[in-house]
């Protein structure tokens, strides 16, 4: 009898845990079905696949969905995030485990106390951030707390970044995932942080211009600006006592001052529509944040708007853009400012077919251990191979395929609403992971943490 797993969404995060699940099927004896709106973009050596079903599924269809949920043994959403408790719900009642690689929502959660009373696991955050950073934390944590010791310092960031030899442009960036949470990043509120035993909070505004810089063997220094709420995860990861808990979204060093430009203009505002968006230029849609002027033209309002010189290297990051052409045309009606700068740079920042993608992820671990002071640096690097198969792709889908044959081998077993965040989960995910080339190097350097006798902070 073979086992089916039912994968509802087949976006671009995909690729490598379809190939997953259909290099496993002969031994482990599995049945792929992958649900999709639109089935027609699945690579053909997928489609072909003796071991897999296509399904053409409207995610509102109710009997539709719920009669694929039922067929299955488990069930992958890799669907948007707002539909997961949509499939979620169907699971509970049909008696089906589920994995997402997404954040636990509020309604997931709500959910918690009647997957337990089935016994059914819903794994959610088991891709790379969340996910691979929860799993590679954990395991390093755990260690240190096995041996006596008491965690002081946690700090973690992550980038998904284009790999050096396809990194084309001023930016040093181009899009690995999905470009509108690029855009919107930071937004919705005051990121939110301890540091050396202080409260931190960056309003939006702010946020670019704080970065922190780290050093990755090999491939050079990197800066990372804070993510919105650092303290989410410090009762989960057990560190309500840590003096510094800070996580972060790494870029090349540079990005942020130039991205900075943007939040300052107020080309990332998604809050509001601009009317005549169909059919304006790159330069009318630049102008519609600067103060009108008889004389001066476009470029030269936005410099001293922003008081940049036409030597800085910003000015050549906008000018790369396109961002004066009368003759670039915005497509979307009704936009707002943030969708609108989305699609310009959509049209710069999409991977070419031979790109090659980048993930970088480093953590700090800061403790006490037999009363002395101690700091250990992990960091991993993952490079893509095209713009089908990216490192983003491998580093979300792969955890998610490895964490769903766990649950179907009863390698897992603890019921509930859940992060990867015990050792059932991590140990195997992050063993097996090595073989696919996602391998975190560790360091001890000297600690760099909060000095209780001193006065600063």
């Not at 430009?261 to 005549?276: A, I, R």
């Not at 943030?338 to 740079?345: G, K």
Request: with cysteine; hydrophobic share 40%.
């Amino acid at each position: 009898m073979k086992r089916k797993i039912l994968v509802v969404g087949a976006g671009k995060s995909t690729s490598y845990m379809l190939d997953y699940f259909l290099e496993k099927s002969e031994s482990e004896n599995l049945q792929i079905t992958i649900a999709d709106l639109n089935t027609k973009d699945i690579p053909g050596h997928i489609k072909e696949h003796p071991a897999c079903t296509l399904l053409t599924l409207d995610i509102n269809a109710t009997a539709d969905r719920q009669s694929a949920v039922s067929g299955a043994d488990i069930v992958v959403s890799m669907l948007p995030a707002r539909f997961h408790a949509i499939i979620a719900k169907d699971c509970l009642l049909l008696k089906k485990n589920l994995v997402t690689a997404s954040y636990v929502s509020d309604e997931m959660r709500a959910m918690n106390e009647e997957v337990k009373k089935a016994g059914l696991i819903f794994m959610n955050e088991i891709g790379l951030d969340p996910g691979i950073d929860h799993m590679s934390a954990m395991q390093i944590i755990d260690r240190i707390r096995d041996k006596g010791g008491k965690m002081l310092l946690f700090e973690s960031f992550t980038g998904g970044l284009v790999a050096p030899e396809s990194d084309s442009n001023l930016w040093n960036y181009k899009f690995t995932w999905n470009p509108r949470n690029v855009v919107v990043a930071g937004q919705g509120g005051a990121a939110k942080f301890i540091q050396e035993g202080t409260y931190k909070y960056i309003p939006y505004h702010k946020l670019f211009r704080r970065t922190e810089f780290m050093e990755i063997k090999g491939y050079g220094t990197f800066e990372a600006y804070a993510n919105r709420d650092s303290l989410n995860y410090r009762e989960a990861y057990g560190l309500e006592n840590a003096l510094t808990l800070y996580r972060g979204t790494m870029r090349r060093v540079g990005f942020s001052k130039a991205w900075n430009m943007f939040v300052q203009l107020g080309m990332t505002d998604d809050s509001y529509v601009v009317e005549n968006s169909e059919g304006m230029s790159y330069r009318e849609f630049t102008n519609l944040f600067l103060p009108y002027s008889p004389t001066d033209s476009v470029e030269l309002k936005l410099r001293h708007y922003l008081k940049i010189d036409q030597d800085d290297s910003t000015w050549s990051k906008l000018l790369e853009l396109d961002l004066f052409n009368p003759k670039k045309i915005i497509s979307i009606t009704k936009a707002t400012p943030a969708q609108m700068l989305q699609e310009i740079l959509e049209a710069q920042w999409t991977l070419a077919e031979d790109d090659k993608d980048m993930i970088v992820m480093y953590h700090k671990f800061g403790y006490l251990l037999n009363g002395k002071k101690e700091q250990i640096d992990a960091n991993m690097v993952v490079l893509g191979e095209n713009r089908t198969h990216t490192a983003m792709a491998k580093t979300v889908g792969l955890p998610v395929a490895m964490a769903t044959l766990l649950i179907l081998n009863k390698k897992i077993n603890t019921p509930g609403v859940q992060i990867p965040i015990r050792k059932e989960v991590y140990e195997p995910v992050l063993k097996e992971l090595i073989s696919y080339d996602v391998i975190f190097e560790e360091y001890k350097v000297p600690y760099l943490g909060y000095n209780p006798d001193s006065v600063a902070g």
